[in-house]
């Protein structure tokens, strides 16, 4: 015999596993932001810490992933615009090997700077679940922000998202 | 023949529809997807061409059915 | 070989398409092709045109829309009773509207194709599931056809169609796609179809052993008036780590009229930079003939059903086939993000191991009836075929 608050307990739960494996946009995350330093395409060490103070925007994207494609360009409006605000972009790129990140940059470059994940060691670390990622972190460090995913209209969100921060 | 295999594979279907609450933690990461998402992983890189190979099959053989491929790709979005 | 079960079949075409191309969470790409295919064997000569376009409408909402012309000539070794020659044009057109949700992808369907003694209209819906992070891909669909059979009874210049009945067929089909690990994805799929109504081929004719000078006689095809079937397919790719993919599958058929037929296929595919992709596809296949297939009955009205079609006979084919892809805008060109042009070459042999080639093989040059060679062809499929992607 299974008491009310015990099966209202497991509803709860498995409402909230369905939930999280359905299909979320921007939701809310917490936690501090794990730190990570990974080299340019040009080979310079970078990392989260490089931008301490400032409202950061890290990307995960590869060049096998069409919406990430997609969304490069409005990425780099975004990063141009907000920048004087104290706002930096990270491009996370997760492709196993660098000659073709270098051929879609040098195609299409971008001016916020991209660091290169091969081993994905800053992937799992920010337990990236969907391609593409950009998770938005605070002045302090924390992590507020997962959107999962791209599809046209999403870069509104990331604006009121950062926006938001930049204010605090 | 009643189609018995369909309504099995239907209730199976309904199943892992069902089992969206279980909680498997996908063990391919979607950063992993690169070689997947590879045009030569795809079941039907060039469906056009494929339909008209079964359509030649079908016209000269006394089978037909179940051929064609979903799913794979970048898992995107 | 006859245009009948062209058509006929393309129904079930229609319906497979909808399970084509499915890659749930991103609609594909934009893609328009001009195709030009060609088969030429066991003495007929088929051509055919088409032009396919698909387009995102929005991101959640594409449509497709294909054109297929084919022309037919030349004389089928199995219509005994005719030595005119085939030539006819078919008509086809088909319109696809493809809807992503989340991580669904509903797919609607309706296909038209008319030709001087046959009619086909296909609806068709299909649904495709991704789920447990993208690893598994579920597939549901349905597809109905209504044909409409005729005879030309005149000729090819002067026709004359006398319009003989109608079939009713049901696809229902079901598609299990797993990814097993990053270079390693499967499937399984299982379609059940049933038809009813007129289904055998006006044109063909069984013979039966009579005493006369020939040697047998004709009679028209008795079929049944329901068809049911079931092939379940498995197949799985495989990445292999200098970049190239190998693709295995296997198809198991089984329907109500004792045709069995297993199916055993295998690919490789080769690509060369963002150039040029080389392929190898090797497929054999063999069945059993239908319970009420006979290439010679024993004297008239034998049996129930009686049936002569080269379709229905025990047989085994060998394909061998090469494809080649050559990008020639493999970084696009203003809009259009990339163009390819593919040459495809296939040789198929057939064998059949219980129909007999009659048409130079009769009692005149010495052979009884039942004592003509096995019949054996083999037909050459080329394609061409141009894609931009936008």
Sequence with gaps: ?168 | MRPRPILLFATLSGALLLCGACSIQPWVKPYERDRLADPIMAWDRDAISNAYLDHIRESREGSRGATGGAGGGCGCN | MDRRHIVARAAVIAALLLVRSTIADVLPDNRADVFYSKYSGGGMDITGYSATARAKITENFAVEANYFIDKVSGASVDVLSQASVIKDTRKQKSGTLEYLHDKTTYTASYMSSVERDYKSDTASFSLSQSMFGDLTTVTLGFANTHNTVGENNGTANDPNVAWLGHALTRAYSGGLSQIITKNFIAGVNLQVITDAGYLANPYRSVRFLDGSARGYGLASQVYPDTHTSTAVQVQAKYYLPYRAAVTGLYRYFSDTWGVVGNTYELDYTHPIANKWIFEGRARYYKQTAATFYSDLFPFANSQNFTARDQNLAALDNITLGAKVTYAFLPDGWKFFKRGTVTGDVSRIRFNYKDFRDTRDFGVIEGFAPGDEPLYNFSAMVYQLYVSMFF
């Excluded at chain 1, 932001?33 to 994207?61: D, E, H, I, R």
């Excluded at chain 1, 091969?118 to 679940?129: F, G, L, R, T, W």
């Excluded at chain 1, 969907?130 to 990331?158: A, C, F, L, T, W």
């Design chain 1, 1 to 168: 015999m299974i008491r009310s608050s015990t099966l209202l307990k497991r509803c709860a739960m498995a409402a909230i596993v369905v939930a999280s494996t359905a299909f979320a946009a921007s939701s809310d995350a917490s936690g501090p932001a794990p730190a990570f330093t990974l080299t340019t395409l040009g080979g310079q060490p970078s990392g989260l810490s490089a931008y301490k103070g400032q409202v950061v925007m890290v990307n995960f994207w590869a060049t096998w992933c069409g919406p990430c494609q997609q969304e490069m360009p409005l990425l780099d409006q975004m990063y141009k615009k907000y920048k004087p605000a104290g706002f930096t972009l990270i491009g996370v790129n997760v492709d196993k090997e660098a000659p073709a990140v270098k051929e879609l940059l040098t195609r299409k470059p971008v001016s916020f700077p991209v660091l290169l994940d091969p081993a994905n060691q800053v992937s799992k670390a920010y337990h990236v679940d969907e391609m593409p990622s950009s998770v938005i972190i605070d002045r302090k460090g924390q992590i507020r922000y997962i959107h999962r995913g791209y599809k046209p209209g999403d870069e509104n969100d990331y604006q009121d998202r950062i926006r938001q921060l930049i204010r605090e």
